[in-house]
């Protein structure tokens, strides 16, 4: 192999390579990334078996080839090299690498014990808006659990049916529900993504250009595609909750208020929750909502927030609820104005934003002690 690429473009490259290589003792193969040089590019590849990444870069190659390098070390040592060309050629599994006033030498493994990774999508994929799709996961993303005893919760679910692409997440105390419209497809599609191959391309996905999206039942596995990108990631296994039955079909109480007067009621609140199991309280009563937290160690607050008030008989209402869960919701809509919706205090509570219809979050409230 031998091949004249530009730091700036390689750095870039493998700082993203390194999020997906593992650093599995038992296949010591994975803690590389594979160089792949071919006719005009090189690819470089990374994968811990669940989710990989294949990236394909510019590059004049005067030899064609391949080996793996230790992620950890090419990373840092071409992140700390100055920008221009850099000089890249093999000598049997030793990387050779040269730049103005550089020269390193770093030994490889044969990259012939490296899995397979896509680097390319297939004719049967599935063209993806991308500012929707990217706004849409950071409408979910963030209620994904971190709990690893029930695996189907730590993605999210996606269903592809006639126009409409729905993406829902939730961690059994919340759930967001996006749906997105979509070019017609063939059949339907369900699906459950781990969520950090999903935060990965909403990182990625950044541009403007389109995602395509494939999804390969009999292998078990999903392919998205934009720019010089191809990630890949085994699905999740499992039965979704049926998160229909959650979302609440009548509530008697709306509450229309501003988010940024909520959100800091909110956080004012937080500093005296953390100290009380992080609940706070939510009063509703006419023309204007009480945010309030009290702990015995740090003292109470109270904060009233002026909000508009539609009941079907009695409005008032005391709610609790963990206020991060309050706090996470806030942070993602886009709108100047929230909706909440409630039916009674230990029922689940309905967040929406006025100016986006197919977007809803429900938030399980903590029950108060009488």
């Known amino acids: 192999m031998k091949l004249q690429v530009l730091q700036e473009e390689l750095s870039k490259a493998l700082n993203t390579c390194s999020r997906f290589a593992s650093s599995r003792i038992q296949l010591p193969v994975l803690a590389n990334i594979l160089f792949k040089a071919q006719k005009n590019k090189l690819l470089a590849y990374a994968t811990n078996l669940e989710t990989s990444i294949s990236i394909s870069l510019g590059a004049k190659v005067e030899e064609p080839g391949e080996i793996t390098i230790p992620s950890k070390l090419i990373t840092e040592l071409i992140s700390h090299l100055g920008p221009g060309q850099l000089s890249l050629e093999t000598d049997k599994e030793t990387l050779i690498i040269k730049s103005s006033g550089f020269n390193s030498t770093i030994p490889g493994m044969n990259s012939a014990d490296f ?113 010089n990108y191809v990630l890949s990631s085994r699905v999740i296994e499992g039965e979704f909750p049926d998160f229909e039955k959650i979302i609440p079909r ?8 501003d988010r940024e007067d909520l959100l800091r009621a909110v956080k004012l609140s937080s500093v005296f929750a953390r100290d009380a199991a992080n609940v706070i309280k939510v009063k509703i009563t006419k023309g204007e909502i009480e945010v309030s937290a009290e702990s015995h160690q740090s003292g109470m607050e109270k904060t009233k927030v002026e909000a508009k008030i539609e009941a079907e008989g009695s409005a008032e209402l005391l709610i609790a609820f963990n206020y991060r869960f ?30 986006d219809t197919e977007f809803l979050h429900i938030i399980m409230p903590v029950r108060l002690q009488s």
């Open 250 to 257: 009548k509530t008697n109480i709306k509450v229309n208020t």
């Open 115 to 227: 899995p397979h990774v896509p680097d390319e999508i297939g004719l049967d994929s599935i063209k993806l808006p991308p500012e929707k799709f990217t706004e849409g996961l950071s409408s979910v993303l963030f209620a994904t659990s971190t709990d690893e005893i029930r695996p189907v919760l730590t993605g999210v679910l996606m269903i592809m049916r006639e126009n409409n692409l729905v993406l829902v997440a939730t961690d059994g105390f919340r759930l967001s529900q996006k749906k997105i419209k979509v070019d017609k497809l063939d059949e339907e599609k369900k699906v459950i993504i781990p969520k950090n191959v999903l935060s990965e391309l909403s990182r990625l996905a950044t541009s403007g250009e389109a995602i395509n999206f494939s999804y390969k039942k009999s292998e078990n596995q999903v392919v998205f595609a934009v720019q």
């Open 326 to 355: 309050l706090e996470d919701f806030l942070g993602v809509v886009k709108s100047n104005d929230v909706q909440m919706e409630f039916s009674d205090p230990n029922a689940p509570a309905l967040f929406l934003d006025p100016k």
